[in-house]
C-alpha cells in the first residue's frame, strides 16, 4: 500500500476464528478477506454463535430487501457451507455485496445482505456504518471487518481484538 510495508499472518487470523468454525472454513475465509482487503472492498462477516431465531431479532432490514425475488436468490445458498460456497466461485461475490454477512459455528451461510439492529449491543457504540455494526455484531459472535481503505479488524465481546494494516 504506497510504499508501507504490512505484515498478514494468517496465525493470528486462525486463532482468532479457532472454536467458532472449522480450520477448513477458516483458510478458505481468511484468503477470501484477504483478497477483498488488497481489492479494497469493505466487508462485514459475523460467525453468530447463536440459534437461527434469535437472530431474526437483531435483523433490522436487508440490503437486497425482503421481496419474493431478494428471499428466492438468498435462499439459494443459504445453508451452504464457507467451502461450497468459494468451491461454487460465489463466496467472493457474497462477500462483496452491501450488508453484512453472517455464518451459523458449522460455517454454513445464515444471511447475506444484513442489516444489524445496532441498539441490541450490551454498549454504546460509535464510529462509521461498519465500525458500528462490526462492534454492535461481535457482542454476539467473532466479527471480521474489511475496510474500503484496505485493513482488516477482528472484533469480539463489542471491542477492536486486532488489527491488520
Known amino acids: 500500500r504506497k510504499g508501507v510495508w504490512a505484515i498478514f499472518d494468517p ?6 476464528l479457532a472454536g467458532s468454525i472449522d ?11 484477504y483478497a477483498l482487503s488488497k481489492e479494497r472492498h469493505g466487508t462485514v462477516i459475523l460467525i453468530y454463535n447463536q440459534g437461527a431465531r434469535k437472530l431474526g431479532v437483531l435483523k433490522k432490514g436487508s440490503v437486497g430487501g425482503d421481496d419474493p425475488v431478494s428471499r428466492l436468490l438468498i435462499g439459494r445458498v443459504k445453508r451452504r457451507t464457507i467451502g461450497e460456497l468459494k468451491k461454487a466461485g460465489i463466496l467472493l461475490r457474497i462477500l462483496s455485496a452491501d450488508g453484512m454477512t453472517v455464518f451459523n459455528k458449522g460455517g454454513r451461510l445464515m444471511e447475506t445482505g444484513f442489516i444489524f439492529d445496532t441498539s441490541h449491543a450490551r454498549e ?7 465500525t458500528t455494526a462490526a462492534s454492535a455484531a461481535s457482542f454476539f459472535g467473532k466479527v471480521i471487518k474489511v ?19
Not at 496465525?11 to 482468532?16: C, E, L, T, V, Y
Open 11 to 16: 496465525d493470528i487470523f486462525r486463532s482468532f
Open 23 to 33: 480450520a477448513e472454513a477458516i483458510d478458505e475465509l481468511l484468503w477470501t478477506v
Open 124 to 130: 454504546v457504540v460509535t464510529g462509521g456504518g461498519r
Open 147 to 165: 475496510s474500503q481503505d484496505g485493513p482488516i479488524e477482528l472484533y469480539q465481546y463489542g471491542r477492536l481484538v486486532y488489527r491488520f494494516g
